[in-house]
């Protein structure tokens, strides 16, 4: 981290914050908002991808995880990491899977803290222990089953003992979900029966619960070992036991989204991500918003300024928008020194409905959008609107699509200005390992325009890229993705819906 970030005059604290079990949306409020306003976060394998994507591109990232064979970081030097960073000043969160109280050593984390005068905060986050259940269609608790749910952990002593009354759980009758519990299978249910409980007992593995690749496994107490080791159950998952477990079958509501089982990455800039991936979650998808590209607006812009002031002289007949960022950057520069009054004298055209879309909510309702969302139809079929010294303003990005100036050229006596505007940047996150996140078979990237593929591929240079099914907004995009070698289908529409539409179809097959 930067020696500037590091603010001496003030005092830093410690959020130790539930990150949920990983759906994004099961992220609390408060969590979202500590995580956003960090400069560093602490986090581990169980914290998904879609929440990491919420940390700030400045803040420092450090994953404490175990990673293909290392161990993970011992839990005195993550103690000791948490008040080094602290005492340095700066807002770190301790981020953890779940709840951090629940089997997350959240309690020890504290210790070294609060014997150092260190402030800190506990955000409670969505246990796995009952959410997962919960979208396996699992009641932990049902007035008609049971009348206490145990939580218990299936972590072995240092002794390689169990710390568990197997007798006492039998007696209670109530649902018990074990925690960390996949490795010692055989041995727990062993126990269970051991202690009394009838083999018959419906017990379930819930693998991976509240992600795109959740599974159920549904067997009974005697049978649950078998089963798990047949589906070839991985961590993260957990078990429960309980007359309740059968009811899965009945009440399991997560696989009939139309997207459940999909993960897609959204690689857009941040600023149009989240309407994306929030429609996708919608139908089931996991989203992860992963930018690829940055939009950075031109500081020094004489040219744009003389455009923008000429306006108001109707110096343009014409205004052509390109893109919504287009239109944002645009936008933030005429309201700098201006109002919408000035786009009163000329007409506005748009590509397509994002750029409409974002030209709404500045209260402009485009004049003219062509049939068909590309560089190619918007310069035809405004060229048929144009008449003889007409002047048209295209403010876009540097090196923008030349189709559209060579049909609106075609009229004679027309007058073009097409204005750079923004430089469109690439970014990498580092959090996101593309290689081996592209392996499952789930895994889409969505790609809305050309500039997010080259940013996709700069991004992650070293990986193969024929592993990456890829999912594209018009001909252009399809064809940059082709040319990287991805597997590639294109939506039918240049729109978002049909976009996830298309994801649909396509993720269908695989299922
Ligand atoms: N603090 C966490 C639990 C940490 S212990 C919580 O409140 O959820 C780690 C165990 O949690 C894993 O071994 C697994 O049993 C369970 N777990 C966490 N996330 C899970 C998930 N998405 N699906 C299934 N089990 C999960």
Known sequence: MDKEKIKHNRKGKVWLVGAGPGDYRLLTLKARDVIEAADVVVY??????????????????????????????????????????????????????????????????????????????????????????????IPVTHRDHCSSVHVVTGHRRKDHTYDIDFAALAEAGGTIVFLMGISSLPVLMNGLMGGGIDPETPAAVIEKGTTAAQRIISSTVEGLAEAAKKAKVVMPAIIVVGEVAALSEDFSWLEDLPLAGVRAVVTRPRELSSGLAKMLREK???????????????????????????????????????????????????????????????????????????????????????????????????????????????????????????????????????VTTYDTKYVTQEWFDADTEFDDPHTFALFTSASTVRGFVNAYKGMNFRKVRA??????????????????????????ESLCVKLEEVSKAVK
């Open 284 to 418: 089931g998808a996991e989203a992860i918003e992963l930018p690829t590209i940055r939009i950075e607006a031109a500081e020094e812009n004489p040219v744009i300024d003389e455009a923008i002031k000429g306006l108001r002289k109707s110096g343009y007949e014409w205004v052509v928008f390109t893109s919504p960022s287009g239109v944002r950057v645009f936008m933030d520069r005429l309201l700098e020194k201006y109002d919408l009054r000035m786009l009163a004298y000329c007409s506005i055209a748009a590509i397509g409905k994002g750029t409409e879309r974002e030209l709404l909510k500045y209260g402009i309702r485009p004049d003219m959008i062509p049939t068909v969302y590309d560089g190619r139809t918007l310069g035809a079929q405004l060229a048929v609107l144009l008449r003889k010294g007409d002047r048209v303003l295209i403010p876009r990005a540097r090196l923008g699509n030349p189709e559209l100036v060579e049909e609106l050229s075609r009229v004679r006596g027309v007058h073009i200005d097409d």
């Open 44 to 137: 581990d394998a169980l914290v998904g991808s879609s929440i990491l994507s919420l940390i700030p591109e400045e803040a420092e990232k450090i994953y404490v995880g175990k990673r293909s064979g290392l161990h993970t970081m011992k839990q005195s030097e993550i103690n000791k990491l948490l008040l080094e960073k602290a005492q340095q000043g700066l807002k770190v969160v301790r981020l953890k899977g779940g709840d951090p109280f629940v089997f997350g050593r959240g309690g020890e984390e504290l210790e070294l803290l609060k014997k150092n005068g260190i402030p800190y905060e506990v955000v409670p986050g969505v246990t796995s222990a009952f959410a997962v259940p919960a979208y396996a269609g």
């Open 471 to 496: 999912v594209c907004i018009g001909k252009q995009t399809a064809a940059e993705a082709k040319r990287c070698g991805m597997g590639v289908c294109v939506s039918d529409e240049a729109t978002l």
